[in-house]
C-alpha cells in the first residue's frame, strides 16, 4: 500500500506544512516502522486488544509478512473448536447465537445457516465454506484468510476490519454488507453482488472482480491497483470515483 501510494500514479494527500497525511490511527505504526526498517519487530502477542488493533493496521498496509506473524499471534489468544464441537454449538445455543472469538480454521462448515449470529473476532482461515449463509450475522475483525466462501450468502453481514485475503468469494452475495476497512487483497470476487455495499477504505489490491457488481456501493478511499475488473459494474457509486485508486 505504501508503495502504491508513493508510485506517482495517485495524488498523496499532504497537511498545510507540506507532509504526507495518511488517514490512519498512527498508534501503533511504530511496530510497522520497525518492520519496514529491519524486518523485525516486537509483537506484544499477550495483549490481545492491541495484536487485534495492529493486525487491522497491517492488513490496510498490506504487508503480508507480518500480517501472517499476527494471524498466528491471533491464533493462539483463540480457543480452538473442533467440527464436532462447533456442530453442537450451533446446534444448542439460542438464537441470536453469540459465539465470538473461536478457532475455525479449516474446518468443513458448508451449507450452514448461521444469519443473525454473532460471531466477532473468529478465524475462518482456510474453512470450506460453500453456500454458507451468513446473512445479517456480526463478523466484524474476523479472519477469513484463503477460505472458500463460493456462493456464501454475506448479505447485509457486518465484515467490518477483516480479513479476506486470497479468499474464494465467487459469486458471493454482498449485497449492503457492512464492510469499512476490511483485506480483500488476491481475494477471487468474480461475480460477486455487491450492490449497495459499504467498502470504504478497503483494500481490493489484486484481486479479480470480474463481472462482480457494485452499483451504488460505496469505494471511498479503496484501492484496486492491479485488481482485474474487467466487465464490473461501477455505476451510480455513492460518492462517485472519487478517491478511488483503481491502478
Avoid: W
Avoid at 479476506?164 to 487483497?185: E, H, I, P, Y
Wanted: charged share 25%; glycine share 6%; with cysteine.
Amino acid at each position: 500500500m505504501l508503495a502504491a501510494m508513493f508510485s506517482g500514479r495517485h495524488n498523496a494527500r499532504k497537511d498545510e506544512d507540506g507532509r504526507y497525511f495518511i488517514d490512519r490511527d498512527g498508534t501503533h505504526f511504530r511496530y510497522i516502522l520497525n518492520y519496514l526498517r529491519d524486518g523485525n519487530t516486537y509483537l506484544p502477542v499477550e495483549n490481545g486488544q492491541l495484536i487485534d488493533e495492529l493486525y487491522e493496521e497491517v492488513c490496510f498496509f498490506g504487508i503480508e509478512t507480518l500480517m501472517q506473524r499476527l494471524e498466528q499471534a491471533r491464533q493462539n489468544n483463540l480457543s480452538k473448536v473442533s467440527q464436532l464441537e462447533f456442530l453442537n454449538l450451533v446446534n444448542t445455543s439460542k438464537s441470536p447465537m453469540q459465539l465470538p472469538s473461536m478457532r475455525l480454521s479449516g474446518l468443513q462448515l458448508s451449507y450452514l445457516k448461521l444469519e443473525n449470529v454473532m460471531m466477532r473476532g473468529c478465524d475462518f482461515s482456510h474453512c470450506h465454506a460453500m453456500e454458507v449463509s451468513f446473512e445479517s450475522a456480526q463478523l466484524s475483525n474476523c479472519n477469513f484468510t484463503e477460505a472458500n466462501l463460493k456462493n456464501a450468502n454475506l448479505r447485509q453481514a457486518v465484515i467490518t476490519k477483516s480479513n479476506f485475503f486470497g479468499a474464494q468469494l465467487v459469486s458471493v452475495d454482498l449485497m449492503r454488507a457492512t464492510a469499512k476497512d476490511c483485506n480483500f487483497s488476491k481475494a477471487r470476487l468474480v461475480k460477486a453482488d455487491m450492490r449497495e455495499g459499504d467498502f470504504e477504505n478497503s483494500n481490493f489490491n489484486e484481486a479479480s472482480l470480474y463481472e462482480a457488481n457494485l452499483e451504488r456501493a460505496c469505494l471511498a478511499y479503496c484501492s484496486f491497483d492491479s485488481a482485474n475488473v474487467e466487465r464490473a459494474n461501477f455505476s451510480n457509486l455513492r460518492g462517485g470515483m472519487n478517491n478511488v485508486h483503481l491502478g
